[in-house]
């Protein structure tokens, strides 16, 4: 059964950081990219960052571009999300997601597995 869990989540003060990771099991890790995406009370769901299939290309959005950093760890199959200087407005629950064979940078589309989500919250 194929399954993405997150962790890492929590409380942190503005201008504070924390990392999520998102452990995979049950598919071929390395054949399929993860994304991670926010969302936030009221709004609709945002796609943040992803890595590619394959050749593990990385993209993000304008809103946390400079400030998180996405990477993969094949032996441990998971991603890590870390999050830098962070803003009252990152505030939101944080889900990772696998796709097969998604390359490029583009968040749009379905996603065929889905985490539960893990909360972070940003005071200000």
């Known amino acids: 059964e194929a399954q993405l869990v997150e962790s890492g989540g929590g409380l942190v003060q503005t201008g504070g950081s924390l990392t999520l990771s998102c452990v995979a099991s049950?598919?071929?890790?390395?054949?399929?990219?993860i994304g991670w995406f926010r969302q936030a009370p009221g709004k609709e769901r945002e796609g943040i960052s992803c890595?590619?299939?394959?050749?593990?290309?990385?993209d993000y959005a304008d809103s946390v571009k400079g400030r998180f950093t996405i990477s993969s760890d094949s032996a441990k199959r998971t991603v890590y999300l870390q999050m830098n200087a962070l803003k009252p407005e990152d505030t939101a629950v944080y889900y990772c997601?696998?796709?097969?064979?998604?390359?490029?940078?583009?968040?749009?589309?379905?996603?065929?597995?889905w985490g539960q989500g893990t909360q972070v919250t940003v005071s200000s």
């Open positions: 049950g598919f071929r890790f390395d054949d399929y990219a």
């Open positions: 997601a696998g796709d097969l064979g998604r390359g490029g940078s583009s968040w749009d589309g379905p996603w065929d597995y």
């Open positions: 890595i590619s299939a394959i050749d593990r290309d990385t």
